[in-house]
């Protein structure tokens, strides 16, 4: 399977441990989101990066969390400190983008989904 | 920021009926709408997109509409199956930004 992978699938932690999780996007992708998604919403957009510069970062994103993309390949979310409002579906996507192009489908992942006791 | 208002949150339909589900948009600058079908357990997976330069794009059975003026655009499910039975997302796109804003959901049940 090509398509963007993520790990773990589903993560229960205690409040106030932390937590980190992975994502590999498709192999030629230079772009990759990270989104949260509770229960009934959409996604919401977190931050992105393009190889390994993370280029924007959403009010959403408190300091308790830090992305990183060191390589330009694969790319780890980590929570600080969680709290019961951090439960919630974490996806990934990666798209490939390209100067001068409006293409940029992104393709997602399956989630990794938190759950914080 | 862009904010996407989503309707019906759920719809229910016959097998073979048609399904609409509707997106309006607040930011004129948008130029990328996507729809995304999301199964349970699973991410969302892309079914159609449509850019600001095209009113209409169809493909098999689903179709998508876009009317700039009005900022709204709809997604046209025909012959529905049991198998379309899943969570639709739209979304919108600035053509200033990256991400994506998406709106929150049609729970969409196809009775056989």
């Known amino acids: 399977d090509t398509g963007v992978s993520q790990d773990p699938r589903h993560k229960i932690t205690k409040r106030g441990q932390n937590v980190t999780f992975r994502c590999d996007p498709i192999?030629?992708?230079?772009?990759l989101y990270w989104y949260r998604q509770t229960l009934g919403q959409g996604p919401e957009f977190l931050t992105y990066f393009q190889n390994e510069a993370q280029l924007e970062k959403s009010r959403l994103l408190s300091d308790r969390f830090s992305a990183e993309r060191p390589k330009g390949s694969f790319s780890t979310l980590e929570i600080q400190r969680t709290e019961q409002g951090d439960s919630a579906m974490y996806l990934c996507?990666?798209?490939?983008?390209?100067?001068?192009?409006?293409?940029?489908?992104?393709?997602f992942g399956p989630g990794t989904r938190l759950t914080v006791l | 920021g862009e904010n996407v208002e989503q309707h019906p949150s759920t719809l229910s339909v016959q097998e073979g009926d048609s399904a609409v589900i509707k997106c309006t948009y607040s930011?004129?600058?948008?130029?990328?709408f996507p729809w995304y079908k999301q199964e349970l357990g699973k991410g969302p997976q892309l079914i159609i997109d449509?850019?600001?330069?095209?009113g209409e794009k169809k493909d098999q059975r689903i179709a998508v509409t876009l009317n700039k003026t009005a900022k709204h655009f709809s997604l046209h499910i025909t012959e529905t199956q049991p198998e379309d039975s899943a969570v639709y997302f739209c979304?919108?796109?600035?053509?200033?930004?990256?991400?994506?804003?998406f709106g929150t959901g049609t729970s969409l049940t196809v009775i056989p």
């Open positions: 449509i850019r600001s330069n095209v």
């Open positions: 979304a919108a796109r600035l053509n200033t930004g990256n991400q994506f804003y």
């Open positions: 930011d004129s600058a948008s130029n990328y």
């Open positions: 996507a990666s798209s490939l983008w390209r100067w001068r192009s409006s293409y940029n489908e992104q393709f």
């Open positions: 192999s030629e992708h230079n772009r």
